[in-house]
C-alpha cells in the first residue's frame, strides 16, 4: 500500500514515510493509493479480538511496510491496561433506547485523541529508527492536543517535544497534566501571550526552512496519516459491539449509525474510511458546535471557512475550528479521487474564500451515509442535565454536542452509537451548571493538582524559542 498526495504532486510513499511527513510537498494531503476493502466474513472473524488484536488487523491493511510480529507489538504498548483506564480499552455505555456511547477517552488525558496519539508514538518512534533519523516535535496548544502528544511521545527514542501554551490560560487541570510530566525529551514553554501568539511563534520557528531542517523540526498535527488510520480500528471495534448480544440471524438485519463531535474533520474522516472499506455503517453524522461551517457544508454543498475572528470561543473549545483541514481528504473521495479536479477547487477555494459543491449535495447523504447537526451552549447544558437524569452517566459538552444531534437523526430500528471524546472532568463549569455539581477526579488522577511541574517561561520572542530549540533538541545520532 502507498501513500499519494490528493493534489497528485507527490510520488507514492510507504505508510511510514506517510506518517513522519506533514503536508505533501503539493501542499495536499497524504491518502491511501486505493483504500484496503473488508469483506463481511472477515469482520465477523474479529469479534473475539482485543482491542490491541483488532488493532493490529486492521493498521497491517494500512502499514504494509511494517512487519506484523512489530505492527502486534505497537499495538499492544499503545493500547494496554496501564494507559487506558477501562478494561475493553473502548467501553460502551448504553444512555437512551438504541443510543449508546463510545468510549474514547480512557486513555491519559481524559480525551479521544489519545486513541491515535498512543498508537503514534509508537509508529514514530519505530519509523524513526528504521530510517535512522530523528525528530523535534514543535507544537502549540490550548491544551487538549499538546497533552494527548506529550503523553504519546514521553521517554520516546530519538523524539523530542517542545509544546508552546499560552502562559496563564490553561485550567488548572490542564497545566497539572502537561507541566508534571518530567521525562527528559519533553519541554514545556508557556509564552507570555494567548494562544495565537504560541501558533505565531510556531509558524516562525518551522516556517525557517533552514532552521527546520537543521534541527529535524516535525508536528503530529490533525491531518498525520497515522493519527486518521488508528482511529479507524474504533470504529470497527463499536460496530462489534454493539451487536454482540444479538444472535447470528439478528446481526445479519442489525444497523448502526455513528454520530461524531467534528472539528478538524479528523475523527468522521476515519469513519468514512471504515464505512468505505466496508464496515456496514448506515449513517455517519457530523455534530458541530455554534462554529458550523460543516454543518452548512454539509446542509448545502458550499463550503465557507471562516476566519479566527469569525470563530466562536465556545464550551465546547476542541471544537472551535472554522477551517477543517481534513475536508480536503473527504472531497477527494467526492470527486471521485481525481487529483486535477481536487487541485482545481482548492484553487478556487483559495481564490475567492468559497467552494461551491451544491451540485454534489445529495450524494452526501445518498452515497456516503453524511448528514449533519448544530448544537449549541444552551443545548449542551439541557443535554448533560438530561443523559445525566435519564441514565446517570455524566457527559462532557463536546460528547453532548453529539448526543444533541444523535437524538435529532435517531432512527426506529437503528442502534445509534455517539463517540465520546473527552471526559467530564476536564470542563467543570459547564457541567456544573448543567447538574450543580462538577464531575470528580478519577480516582487515578487524584493527587495530579499537587505534583511538581516543570515549566521554562519565555517571552514572545521567535529568537528565544530558537534559542531553546538549538540548546535542547535532540541530534542526529
Ligand atoms: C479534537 C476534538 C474534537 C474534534 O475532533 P476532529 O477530529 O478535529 O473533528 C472533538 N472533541 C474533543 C474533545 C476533541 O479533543
Not at 491515535?116 to 529508527?129: D, P
Not at 474564500?353 to 449542551?380: K, M, N
Not at 455517539?418 to 471526559?423: F, G, H, N
Amino acid at each position: 500500500m502507498k501513500y499519494i498526495s490528493t493534489r497528485g504532486g507527490m510520488q507514492p510513499v510507504t505508510y511510514s514515510e506517510a506518517l513522519l511527513e506533514g503536508l505533501a510537498p503539493d501542499g495536499g494531503l497524504a491518502v491511501p493509493e486505493t483504500l484496503p476493502t473488508v469483506s463481511p466474513d472477515q469482520i465477523e472473524s474479529w469479534r473475539p479480538l482485543s482491542y490491541p488484536e483488532l488493532a493490529t488487523e486492521v493498521l497491517s491493511l494500512f502499514a504494509t511496510d511494517i512487519a506484523r510480529e512489530d505492527l502486534k507489538r505497537m499495538c499492544h504498548a499503545a493500547y494496554s491496561a496501564d494507559k487506558f483506564v477501562a478494561d475493553a480499552i473502548v467501553p460502551l455505555t448504553p444512555i437512551d433506547e438504541g443510543m449508546s456511547l463510545v468510549g474514547l477517552s480512557e486513555g491519559p488525558t481524559l480525551a479521544f485523541k489519545d486513541m491515535a496519539m498512543q498508537f503514534l508514538g509508537q509508529a514514530m518512534e519505530y519509523a524513526l529508527r528504521k530510517r535512522g533519523s530523528v525528530l523535534n516535535i514543535v507544537g502549540a496548544t490550548s491544551g487538549d492536543t499538546g497533552s494527548a502528544a506529550e503523553y504519546a511521545l514521553r521517554g520516546k527514542d530519538g523524539i523530542s517535544v517542545f509544546m508552546l501554551s499560552p502562559q496563564g490560560r490553561m485550567s488548572d487541570f490542564q497545566r497539572a497534566q502537561m507541566y508534571s510530566l518530567t521525562d527528559d525529551n519533553i519541554h514545556n514553554i508557556a509564552i507570555d501571550g494567548v494562544f495565537d501568539d504560541c501558533q505565531n511563534l510556531l509558524k516562525a520557528v518551522s516556517g525557517d526552512l533552514a532552521f527546520k531542517r537543521e534541527h529535524h523540526l516535525g508536528t503530529v498535527n490533525s491531518i498525520n496519516l497515522g493519527r486518521i488510520s488508528a482511529q479507524v480500528v474504533y470504529y470497527f471495534w463499536a460496530w462489534l459491539r454493539s451487536s454482540d448480544q444479538l444472535d447470528a440471524s439478528a446481526r445479519e438485519t442489525h444497523r448502526v449509525s455513528f454520530t461524531v463531535p467534528s472539528g478538524n474533520f479528523g475523527n468522521i474522516l476515519s469513519g468514512h474510511y471504515a464505512k468505505s472499506m466496508g464496515l456496514p455503517i448506515h449513517r455517519l453524522v457530523l455534530a458541530a458546535n455554534e462554529n458550523n461551517v460543516l454543518d452548512e457544508f454539509f446542509r448545502t454543498g458550499i463550503y465557507r471557512p471562516r476566519g479566527a475572528d469569525r470563530t466562536y470561543a465556545t464550551s465546547s473549545p476542541s471544537m472551535d475550528i472554522s477551517k477543517a483541514s481534513n475536508l480536503e481528504r473527504f472531497i477527494f473521495d467526492l470527486l471521485g479521487r481525481d487529483s486535477q479536479r481536487l487541485a482545481a477547487a482548492w484553487r478556487t477555494l483559495d481564490e475567492s474564500g468559497e467552494l461551491d459543491l451544491s451540485a454534489e449535495q445529495p450524494r452526501f447523504a445518498a452515497q456516503f451515509g453524511l448528514q449533519s447537526g448544530t448544537s449549541t451552549h444552551a443545548d449542551r447544558v439541557a443535554t448533560i442535565r438530561s443523559v445525566h437524569e435519564s441514565s446517570g452517566v455524566v457527559i462532557d459538552p463536546h460528547t453532548a454536542d453529539g448526543v444533541k444531534v444523535a437524538r435529532e437523526h435517531a432512527e426506529a430500528g437503528v442502534t445509534m452509537l455517539v463517540l465520546e471524546t473527552a471526559k467530564p472532568t476536564k470542563f467543570p463549569d459547564i457541567v456544573g451548571e448543567a447538574i450543580g455539581e462538577a464531575a470528580p477526579l478519577p480516582d487515578h488522577l487524584a493527587g495530579l493538582l499537587e505534583l511538581s511541574q516543570h515549566v521554562t517561561e519565555m517571552d514572545n520572542d521567535a529568537t528565544q524559542l530558537r534559542d531553546f530549540i538549538s540548546r535542547h533538541a535532540v541530534t542526529q545520532a
